[in-house]
């Protein structure tokens, strides 16, 4: 699940609570890995307090700020006998920095394809691709080279994530992307919103705010490969879909799922 940031984590938990509850039976402990946030003593403690809210049996705190404590064997452990693996907002190039190649990273990996729940938000949800955009200006970022990518954790393919999306105004980082990535699909996920990436490839959307797809596969034309670094693109038959709580969207098929269509698929797949 990826998730845009500023989540409620003190009041509802709504979108906690719906993390905690695709948990797998009997996989009731929750990894919380901090490495992202320059801040992991402040925001530890908050996400121990909401998920045992939520009836966590054991919340494993996992402050890893280093390579060395990303192959600590004790950390390994933990993340391997958690139902959900909870990824904290803050700076995805770090994300990637530290748990890049590591035991730790490959653990989580394995628990997902096991699966186990895991989850992101913020800069947590940013990494999660195996393509992840690590910056880029937010006003004017439909120019050549502006936005800055590189491997992601790898948890997901063929989505290119973007957080805190409306609120930062995050449009034309996503239409960069995609001029360049058509095969990609983008998602950009507003504030207390999420997505749920089913195993067959359906997203889910869920929470209060929007999750915005940008569509770029059937692309008629762009100029980007003319122009100069810094150069204004020019994008042709891009398309947007704007999601809420209980709609969806099939990756595999480019097809808007409103609440029924997306209830019929689901049950499908159970």
Do not use: C, W
Request: hydrophobic share 45%; charged share 20%.
């Amino acid at each position: 699940m990826a998730i845009g940031g500023a989540e409620d984590r003190t009041s509802d938990l709504e979108i906690l609570k719906q993390v905690f509850g695709l948990a797998p039976l009997g996989g009731h402990e929750v990894a919380i890995i901090a490495t992202a946030s320059s801040i992991p003593d402040q925001v530890l403690p908050e996400y121990q307090a909401a998920f045992t809210r939520l009836g966590a049996s054991r919340v494993h705190a996992l402050d890893i700020q280093n390579r060395k404590q990303a192959a600590d064997p004790g950390n390994v452990r933990l993340i391997e006998q958690s139902g959900v693996i909870f990824f904290t907002g803050g700076d995805q190039l770090r994300l990637t920095n530290v748990l890049g190649g590591s035991v730790t990273l490959n653990a989580v990996r394995e628990r997902l394809l096991a699966g186990a729940v895991v989850a992101g938000t913020s800069a947590g949800a940013a990494a999660m691709p195996g393509t992840m955009i690590y910056d880029g200006d937010a006003a004017d970022a439909l120019r050549k080279g502006a936005v800055n990518m590189t491997s992601g954790l790898g948890f997901v393919d063929g989505l290119i994530i973007d957080s805190h999306f409306l609120e930062r105004g995050r449009f034309t980082r996503l239409m960069a992307v995609g001029a360049s990535n058509p095969e990609h699909l983008g998602v950009g996920l507003g504030e207390d919103a999420a997505v749920i990436v089913h195993p067959n490839r359906i997203l889910e959307a869920i929470g209060s705010g929007h999750v915005i797809l940008i569509d770029s596969r059937d692309l008629a034309s762009s100029n980007i490969t003319e122009l100069s670094m810094g150069g204004a693109v020019a994008i042709e038959n891009m398309i947007l879909h704007a999601m809420v709580s209980g709609h969806g969207f099939d990756v595999e098929a480019r097809r808007y799922l409103v609440a029924d269509e997306l209830s019929a698929l689901l049950e499908e797949s159970r």
